[in-house]
């Protein structure tokens, strides 16, 4: 129900002229997405990611921007990218560096803790 609500809106926002349906779209889509992350808070398995992928949070806000610019660039000059491609790898590329940041992390505070710790500023 939720993602038809999201849907939805996403249409509204779109195809209407009129200032009413757009807010009203706007209304249903700040709905669903509370609705949604209301669902994915209360889901176990998203507590026992949340659990892993905190620790890393701080070290992975530091350094994410750069490989992810890095990445980007190369994708474009390295291959000729349609705009399907483009708006996929604009919405995929980002979960994938971050999965890259947080096991860098991991790595990084498993082989040298102390330099770890010193580098995110003894957050834990």
Do not use: W
């Not at 209407?16 to 009203?24: F, G, I, P």
């Not at 291959?79 to 992390?105: D, E, H, K, Q, R």
């Amino acid at each position: 129900a939720s993602l038809a609500l999201f849907a939805l809106s996403f249409s509204l926002t779109y195809i209407s002229d009129s200032r009413c349906l757009s807010t009203t779209a706007t209304l249903l889509m700040t709905l669903a997405i509370l609705s949604i992350s209301n669902c994915l808070i209360h889901s176990d398995s998203i507590k026992r990611a949340t659990a892993f992928l905190i620790p890393y949070s701080f070290f992975t806000y530091t350094i994410h921007q750069h490989p992810l610019t890095l990445a980007q660039k190369l994708l474009v000059m390295k291959m000729n990218i349609t705009f399907p491609v483009a708006t996929l790898l604009y919405f995929v590329l980002p979960f994938m560096i971050i999965g890259a940041c947080v096991a860098v992390g991991y790595f990084f505070k498993r082989v040298s803790p102390r330099t770890y710790a010193i580098c995110v500023g003894n957050r834990h």
